[in-house]
């Protein structure tokens, strides 16, 4: 395990930042708003060094854009699907799934009173009705929605997982 010797690299307004070699070619972002490229080894090693004992305290306290973008996104993403997960899971919990038992029942019942050509022009109306305006039962509708919501539940998981990686890749980066 090495430890990294900590630089007194100056900005312009007068504050400095801390920085390790491993941190040469980074670009730094003072609180004064100027950006600051940490110098290569060689040139980092003409500055003056700090007595803080280098360690992940002194490391953690900058950030840069980089990390920073990476770790806004991936908030934002795996926010927005988790709650994308709790609507849809609250609306699929809503939807009535079940086939309605009882009418088929009353259907059969009656289909068995009726005489043979009565069955057979009721069988001739339901053959020659345009396939278009076949009508979906509600339940079948029900279950298409269903079947729509799991799909987007399964994809802000996935995005969720992806969101929570990003924000662990943007604190990781403080870690050598
Ligand atoms: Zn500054």
Redesign the pocket.
Known sequence: MTVSQLYRLP?????EFLVTSIQAGEVLT?????AREVPTLRALKKLPLSDLAPGPGARTRRWTALQGAIFNLGLVVALISLAAIAFFGWQRSKLDLRKPGLQDEEMLARVMELTPSQAWSAWVAVRDRELADRYTPAYLQARRVDRKMARIIWVSAILTVLGLGGIAAALAMNRD
Do not use: A, V
């Not at 003072?30 to 100027?34: E, L």
């Open positions: 900005c312009d307004c007068g504050r003072c609180g004064c708003g100027r």
